[in-house]
């Protein structure tokens, strides 16, 4: 509802166009009207599922991320979400695969109860520049202290580099990453 429409009835004020009135109320309509619209902007930025530019950037140092403009917006959101999503009593197999999100990594969890140890098998990294390393540090931060964590990470031996007998030229053509290697050489040479 206008400031117009709320005024009219009281029969208080000679609203016709260009009255002191009716300029004074455009003014007023005008800063509310900023106000709103800055309001709105607060609100957006407020929520990880809303926030963009600075806003995003700011959930994501929250969560210690640093800013990574390669990745698109929907990816950096679901980093965010997945670091917030963590709670004192996840160490359940549904909590330990959002810690693993959490941390940049897509994969699975196999317990194996006789040997007391957790075999986490990567899939993917869910961001190209999370640095494996890093990624396995924070989360032998996250899991269980009293079980012991053996990562899958896929393997390549230089056996089995040798044995596809491609030219070094041809391979390196195709643009692989070292982490490509790390994460799936044994799929990308099938």
Aim: charged share 30%; net charge negative.
């Amino acid at each position: 509802m206008s400031v117009y429409e709320r005024l009219e009835p009281l029969k208080l004020y000679a609203l016709h166009q260009n009255s002191l009135i009716d300029c004074e109320i455009t003014v007023y309509e005008e800063v509310f009207l900023r106000i709103r619209q800055a309001l709105d902007e607060i609100l957006a930025q407020a929520f990880v599922q809303t926030a963009t530019g600075a806003g995003l950037l700011m959930h994501e140092k929250l969560v210690g991320l640093y800013e990574r403009p390669g990745l698109s917006r929907d990816t950096r959101r679901a980093l965010v979400l997945y670091r917030r999503s963590i709670a004192p009593f996840d160490f359940n197999l549904s909590g330990m695969i959002s810690s693993i999100r959490a941390a940049g990594l897509e994969a699975e969890i196999e317990e194996d109860y006789a040997g007391e140890k957790l075999i986490v098998t990567a899939k993917q990294l869910i961001d190209e520049f999370f640095d494996l390393d890093a990624v396995k540090a924070r989360l032998f931060s996250m899991l269980p202290a009293h079980l012991e964590a053996e990562f899958d990470i896929g393997y390549m031996t230089w056996d089995m580099f040798d044995s596809y007998e491609t030219k070094w030229d041809k391979w390196d053509s195709l643009d692989f990453t070292w982490e490509d290697f790390d994460m799936g050489a044994d799929i990308l040479f099938s």
